[in-house]
């Protein structure tokens, strides 16, 4: 039978599927592998249009400061069983994420750290020992955040996610380039402040880029228990922003992928939201025990994609790395080290009476009241001493 041309017309309203419209989720959608410039031996991968690799001298430095952070994780930690601090939440193993993401931004943006960021406030240039301060319970923050253009360190989870946006969305509205920088672990992403935050983020446009270190745990729970999505990266999507997965444990891929981000932000394109797929090699904190919810061949399997080896391998091969350039970024790295533990081991000076200061703008008549109770017990305790 043959098939006329009006027979095919006729049949094709039938017959013809529509056409598929454009996925407007597309374009925010992250890829679906992590990116990745250097495979975990730091062998290059092939170069890449979207993310181009960074600098080689920019690479130097992020290597020389991964390098400093790490002496400066392992000296808080024995600070830490020293005595020197309170508590100290460790970051080694993700030193990439850490020095990466302020490599990425400049001095006069904005940093919204966690708990967790302290490599991140030191490699930003922030003193040490000021950085310490928080976890040594001398005061709120050790240093001006106004000065260093960093927030507090933020135990809450997430909360940090709503002040970025805030502030973000300020500095737009007065015209200024600024970017924030807001450092979320994986547990925050599901904390409700992080859906508020990056949802007024969207809205506004405000140039924000939400940098989820996702090392597999919140404290104990893992990744499985949080979430069904194929990664956190996916969570951007619901809110209209637009997100990216990198190798956490890859420096030059974290570093390119944040470039772009923060430039998107920059450009008033609004927030990016970018996933980093890394570990946290010690427990969650020092009074943590990690063994109770992971064994140590998971551990040793990330020990093998260890992002300072990594990228040290890479430059070498690359003729702008040495033994002598690799000792002596050694070197500076002990004698940093040597000079926090020095002045952390100097006993600090403590009013007791500053505990009633920058409670209230006015104080209160009852905390009038209780400095002076306080002022009078103090005062009695010198009698009793000299009296002895």
Known sequence: MTTTPQAVRRASPRTRRAATPPDPARPLLPNTEPVRLLDPTGTPLPARTDYPEPPVEVLRELYRRMVLGRRFD?????????????????????????????????DTDWVFPTYRESMALVARGIDPVEVLTL???????????????TAPQCTPLATQCVHAAGLAHGEAYQGRDTVALAFIGDGATSEGDFHEGINFAAVFKAPVVYFVQNNRYAISVPLSRQTAAPSLAYKGVGYGVPSEQVDGNDPVAVLAVLTRAVAHARAGNGPFLVEAHTYRMEPHTNADDASRYRDGAEVDAWRDRDPVAR???YLRARGVLD???????AEQAEAYAADLRARMNEQPTVDPLSLFDHVYAQPTPQLVEQREQVRAELAAARDEEGNA
């Open 74 to 106: 392992t000296q808080a930690t024995a600070l830490t069983k020293q005595g020197r601090l309170a508590v100290y939440p460790s970051s080694r193993g993700q030193e990439a994420c850490q020095v990466g993401a302020v490599l990425a931004v400049r």
């Open 135 to 149: 976890l040594r319970g001398d005061w709120h923050c050790g240093y001006d955040p106004g000065e260093v253009r």
């Open 311 to 313: 990228l040290e391998t």
């Open 323 to 329: 033994d002598a350039a690799v000792a002596e970024v």
